[in-house]
């Protein structure tokens, strides 16, 4: 029963300068032909000013996403429902590692819904069942039942983690898709983290949040 928790763990970067938004910029660069008048290091390096790196960034994510390929980030997301791990999964242009429960017992721990946890006595039953589904399924661990078969009891509440790694521009789709107030609450949680996370690297990421947020649905990216 907690709060989502999400950290960034890697992110790619750049020999030179060691700033990933530079990546951005020298592959629009290239692609628009000017890496033949000024040299790689000028677009990793600080002589390419800081106000251009921000246009270059903003305008790419409008217009020319391709580019924002180059940038990788890895989340640990800790503390979501299968339900919503089962809904982070579907985006395909990722990586992912889940906890097993197939090789390991699963924690007595799990998620209750907001609209639940202000009914009590739903709240009550919701409880009541979640113990009783942990009490039989470590009734099946103490009798020599696999991991993989004991866990067909468990509900879709269990918390779980995951490692995910995707690139800049799948993270943006997928905040596209999943900011926007018609996306389930827990995953909308998920996302927003990742951003935030995500833009301690990247700071204009802090501006295209709010815009997605305000588009809720049709992506800034095209196609």
Known sequence: MGLVKVRLIAYNKPIIGGDPRRLIVLASKIS??????????HYL?????????????????????????????????????????????????????QESQRYSAAEEDYVVPKSIMLKSELR????????????????????????????????QAVKTRILMTLNLRELLHIASLRLCSKAQWEIREV?????????????????????????????????
């Open 45 to 97: 390096s600080r002589e390419y000013p800081e106000d251009k790196v921000s246009k270059w960034i903003i305008a790419a994510a409008h217009g020319f996403p391709s580019v924002l390929e180059h940038v990788v980030f890895t989340f640990l997301i800790e503390d979501i429902s299968r339900v919503t791990s089962h809904q982070l999964v579907r985006h395909r242009i990722a990586s992912y590692t």
């Open 32 to 41: 628009v032909g000017k890496l033949k008048d000024k040299t790689v290091e």
């Open 124 to 155: 009550e039953k919701y409880e009541h069942l979640m113990k009783e589904a942990y009490k039989l399924y470590s009734e099946f661990l103490e009798s020599n039942i696999p991991y993989e078969d004991a866990r067909f009891i468990l509900p």
């Open 191 to 223: 996302v927003e983290k990742m951003i935030d996370e995500a833009a301690k690297v990247i700071p204009e990421l802090n501006v295209l949040k709010e815009e997605l947020k305000k588009k809720c649905g049709s992506s800034l990216l095209g196609t």
